[in-house]
């Protein structure tokens, strides 16, 4: 099986039925999973809405923050959904930023790789007892559960739900080797930057903790803007990646392709309240480097670069900074173009 015959996307809309349109609409062309965004609503609530509206396709959090709920929170919340959907519930979980982990939810951050490891440990721990009615120990950096007199009245679906992070680096693509079933690519990482950063460490990580690459699955991402308007496209794309260009820790990834210089303007333009001067920032040659633009027999092209490293494929509409119409829009092609029938 192709990366191509397993096509995920990011679930949307302005509305829960416009959310529950779309992911319709990609289950009857065979999508494999929708995934629900984390930002402006929650995860865990928008995958809940989606098991009960769709009936084939898989459905998960992409991501959903993992510091900022408890572990024995996020297992049963991972239960519930996976018992509303029949056994169609993955779980992606992430770190977030810093700064909006620690100013927005006050919650702890600290080493990110190693606070999510346990994250999920613990979050496997506890759907793991539910499943055989037994009680939970576990004892690490950022946890320290003992949970006893408790058991699930209705045993979870699957003992097993799968655990997906997202990575960006190596630290965190190589502790999703260690301990999840999955990982999530970002849309800025380009083929050049998974092959010698993201692969190499997922890979040390299947290893080091004794498990095959078939265990595993990776879901590479990259942002798509089908559109015969070439440049209208392109500016859709420009300003998702001039986003993203605004957060320091991704400099590197930027810096790999010569473009490290673009990212600090663009980033320099946001903190003074310039939001056209982000876009500004970010040239064609840029956009064209870590995006999709165009027809979709251009966009199924470049798409292919980075697919090949993977196990399926997240193509991800432009988000930021155009009309929710347009970004509606963007998944409907996204849809007709790779869409299995």
Known sequence: ??????????????????????????????????????????????????GTETGKMDIGTAIAWGFVRSPMTMAMSAMDIDEISGGRFRLGVGPGV?????????????????????????VRAIIHAAAAGEPVAFKGEYYDLDIKGWYRATPPVRAEIPIYTAAVQKGMSRMAGDVADGLIGHIICSAQWIEQEIV??????????????????????????????????????????????????????????GFGQNAVDAGQAFRRGDIEGVAAAIP?????????????????????????????????????FIPNEQITEYNERIIETFGQG
């Open 284 to 320: 064609d040659e840029m956009v064209e480097t870590y995006c999709a633009v165009g027809t979709p027999d251009k966009v199924k092209e470049k798409v292919a670069e980075v697919a090949r490293f993977g196990d399926g494929i997240l193509p991800g509409a432009p988000t930021y």
């Open 1 to 50: 099986m192709t990366a191509f015959e397993r096509v995920s996307i990011g679930i949307m809309g302005d509305t829960p039925q416009d959310m529950a349109s779309l992911a319709k609409k990609a289950e009857a062309a065979g999508f494999d999973c929708g995934w629900a965004i984390e930002l402006f609503r929650n995860a865990f609530t928008q995958t809940t809405f989606l």
């Open 200 to 257: 190499p460490a997922f890979e040390l990580g299947l290893s080091r903790s004794g498990r095959e690459r078939s265990s595993f699955t990776y879901l590479p991402s990259i942002c798509v803007a089908i559109d015969d308007d070439y440049e209208r496209g392109l500016d859709a794309a420009r300003r998702t990646l001039a986003f993203y260009s605004t957060v320091k820790t991704y400099l590197p990834l930027y810096e790999l392709h």
């Open 98 to 122: 810093k700064r909006l982990i620690e100013t927005w939810h006050n919650a702890e951050y600290g080493r990110p790789a190693t606070h999510l490891r346990e994250t999920i440990e613990a």
